[in-house]
């Protein structure tokens, strides 16, 4: 192989080694689920605001399914969009949004509230999902019952979040800190 062979691969290589290097230290939005109190980040989800999520949980007192709508903007904050809710709005406290009810369901639409983040009680008998295009996310597989929740926008370098990403892989490859079954 000759010298301008050689020159050539480590161009090639460097452009490479480059591309890669912006890559994964460019900054991404991202969906980050935490345990308030605590700097440990349960779940980091990529996304591409604005990009609509939903939280999905079981209410304790009705025992009826309520779905609160969420937008994140490109700016990262969070507006309460909507609800859905197994309820005929009989009790509700709204006074910003359109009531609505169809197919047996309570609709509350147009609400347009901002949050900084949400926050609550991870509970037992709520089962509280976190709804994306790309899938849902049971959050008791994250954290334990009576955690407070907090989700907020964030942005993270990407090969931050491929690394977790691959060390969550990791874990449940070899079922390392497996949470116990009640």
Request: with cysteine.
């Amino acid at each position: 192989m000759g010298i301008r062979a050689r020159r050539t691969w480590w161009v090639l290589g460097g452009l490479i080694l480059l591309t890669t290097t912006i890559y994964l230290f460019q900054q991404v939005p991202c969906l980050v689920v935490g345990s308030q109190g605590s700097s440990r980040e349960l779940l980091i989800l990529p996304l591409e605001p604005p990009q609509e999520f939903t939280l999905q949980f079981l209410h304790s007192y009705d025992r009826g399914f309520v779905w609160e709508h969420y937008t994140i903007e490109p700016d990262l904050r969070i507006y309460l969009t909507g609800m859905t809710l197994q309820s005929f709005l009989g009790g509700q406290g709204f006074v910003e949004g359109d009531l609505t009810i169809e197919d047996g369901l309570g609709k509350i639409r147009r609400i347009r509230r901002l949050l900084d983040k949400l926050s609550f009680f991870l509970g037992d008998i709520a089962d509280h999902r976190l709804v994306l295009p790309q899938g849902a996310y049971p959050l008791q597989q994250f954290a334990s019952s009576g955690e407070i929740i907090e989700i907020r926008g964030e942005k993270k370098v990407r090969g931050q979040i491929l690394f977790n990403q691959y060390l969550k892989w990791i874990q449940r490859s070899w079922k390392i800190n497996e949470r116990p079954q009640s």
